[in-house]
């Protein structure tokens, strides 16, 4: 927010205004031992001192505008075209909060059911709801909607190569529920079911890129009479076969990607589709299109599964605001590129990722361990790959993500990202600079 400053005549005016003496007469009521008596904080500063202190502190960070980026692993470096930020900061749209009153949030409940639809031909289901705080939350919830829906089972199967932080959040989130999770390594396919398996989850595609049909997956479990959630990357989906067409009951994806920054991990947006037989037990809500009384089009919100529309014993999830913003920018995207647009961007991610792995399979040392990838593939290294990682950042270039981060026991493990940010320069400099930090 912009900074407002008051000075001290405009605080005697709004002292006076109220009936107040002073700043300290305006808190009496507060006892004087409850009281804070001293704040340790520097003098105040002028607006060009704390702006000139900001840049400072900003320019300490690694930034995507001045490295040759390629990291990923679940947060990833995409164009943005300056026409979704336009939009979406516009005042209607930033100061527009839940739509509770549908004859005077139109534009709201249209965004909403917009994004709605071009999520779910996107993500190949009947219905996706808006929205959950970002990509792990969307997958944790799922998970408890597929127990809720297979009463009598509850075992879970992750897989082994699900992103880290997302199993934490899914952990954390069944703390109080009778749910047993248990892993299994490889192609889900070949995962153990039982008789007590609620459902299986499926990355499309795994933490270290590698892509797993669904198809059979889901048929799988569909005869053990369990469910398959499907954990996808948004992007991936424009140019491989959806989940949805694949049988999958479930998708959730991390919509970061389809036109929201890095933002320093956060706020993102968390996508969350199902079968109509599913959709009375999905969290958050569905905006719809109707007809008023006169023939004219207009929009309401026709499911509100929150605790905050109907009894809370009878919500699905205590759920509450979704990130109205962040889906809004994902709408404009995917309304300004269309589904060719996103197919190029898709394309383009795809192609430059595969030349960046011809080239590094090629140096000696370094091999490229993921067979069937989208955008991001594990190259294991001859050395340490933090070390390399740190030598190349002293050339202005992030090589990926040391997987020795969220697995000690794998320290000679890279993870890379290639996007459609990634010139055709960039990847060669990568290559080579990966060469020379190997001898």
Not at 47 to 57: F, H, N, P, T, V
Not at 150 to 173: C, F, M, Q, S, W
Request: charged residues 20%; aromatic residues 8%; proline residues 6%.
């Amino acid at each position: 927010m912009p900074f407002i400053p008051n000075t001290d005549a405009e605080r005697t005016e709004m002292l006076n205004t109220i009936g107040v003496e002073s700043v300290e007469e305006l808190f009496s009521d507060i006892p004087a031992h409850l009281r804070i008596q001293k704040l340790d904080l520097p003098d105040g500063v002028s607006e060009m001192e704390a702006l000139a202190a900001l840049d400072a502190l900003a320019e300490r960070n690694a930034q995507t505008t001045k490295m040759d980026w390629f990291v990923g692993a679940g947060a990833y470096n995409s164009y943005i075209p300056s026409l979704v930020p336009a939009l979406a900061s516009r005042g209607e749209f930033l100061t527009a909060y839940t739509p509770y009153q549908p004859e005077v949030s139109q534009g709201t409940l249209q965004a909403i059911f917009e994004y709605q639809s071009m999520a779910a031909k996107l993500l190949g289901m009947p219905v996706v709801n808006a929205s959950h705080y970002d990509g792990a939350t969307a997958l944790a919830e799922a998970v408890l909607m597929a127990w809720k829906a297979k009463e009598g089972r509850n075992r879970i199967l992750l897989p082994a190569d699900l992103h880290p932080e997302y199993a934490k959040v899914i952990a954390t989130y069944l703390t109080s529920f009778d749910i047993e999770l248990a892993r299994y390594d490889g192609d889900p396919e070949r995962a153990s079911l039982d008789e007590r398996t609620a459902a299986v989850v499926v990355a499309y595609p795994g933490f270290s890129g590698e892509v797993y049909p669904v198809e059979k997956a889901a048929a799988r479990a569909h005869a053990a009479g369990a469910l398959c959630i499907v954990q996808a990357d948004p992007v991936m989906c424009a140019i491989f076969k959806s989940p949805g067409e694949q049988g999958a009951d479930i998708v959730t994806a991390e919509g970061q990607s389809l036109g929201n920054p890095l933002n320093f991990g956060g706020p993102y947006l968390g996508m969350l589709g199902t079968t109509e037989a599913l959709l009375r037990r999905m969290p958050g809500r569905i905006a719809g299109e109707t007809k008023d009384k006169e023939g004219r089009r207009g929009f309401v919100l026709t499911l509100s599964t929150r605790e905050q529309h109907i009894r809370r014993e009878k919500a699905v999830s205590n759920i509450c605001s979704n990130q109205g913003l962040s889906m809004l920018q994902t709408c404009i995207y995917l309304a300004a590129l269309g589904k060719q647009g996103l197919r190029h961007v898709a394309k383009q991610s795809y192609d430059k990722a595969h030349y960046a792995a011809e080239l590094i399979g090629r140096i000696p040392g370094f091999r490229v361990a993921t067979k069937q990838f989208f955008r991001e593939f594990l190259v294991q290294t001859p050395k340490p790959a933090a070390d390399i990682a740190r030598a190349l950042a002293k050339k202005g270039i992030v090589p990926g993500l040391p997987v020795s981060r969220y697995f000690p026991d794998k320290p000679n493990e890279l993870l890379v990202c290639v996007t459609e940010m990634n010139s055709r320069p960039q990847i060669e400099r990568l290559a080579i600079a990966l060469k020379e930090a190997s001898k």
